[in-house]
């Protein structure tokens, strides 16, 4: 038998608090010797919350096969829940490489 009943303090991942209201601008360009900038910038509502404004900015570098990323994400240092109930991450700044193609750089 299936019990649908949920235990104390479980909430669903969504049902329970859908985001009711979200505005988004994103921008991507190149810019100078093969980079890109990109920029988003987001206000959301989850049903019964307090809403929130973020922004998230990219800077990506190709030369030959590496890609440099540097990511600048929640600039605003937002506070909010996620789909799963969980605390997002405040302000952080993410550097990645990836190499495609032959040889790795020596």
Do not use: C, K
Request: net charge positive; glycine share 14%.
């Amino acid at each position: 038998a299936f019990d649908a009943a949920s235990g104390a303090g479980l909430r669903g991942r969504y049902a329970l608090r859908p985001v009711t209201a979200q505005t988004v601008a994103r921008v991507s360009v190149p810019a100078m010797h093969g980079a890109r900038v990109s920029a988003d910038l987001m206000r959301a509502q989850r049903a019964g919350e307090v809403a929130y404004t973020t922004a998230n900015l990219r800077y990506s570098q190709r030369v030959g096969g590496l890609t440099v990323d540097v990511d600048g994400r929640n600039l605003t240092n937002a506070g909010w829940l996620d789909g799963a109930g969980a605390i997002v991450p405040g302000r952080a700044l993410y550097v990645g490489l990836s190499w495609r193609g032959g040889e790795p750089p020596r």
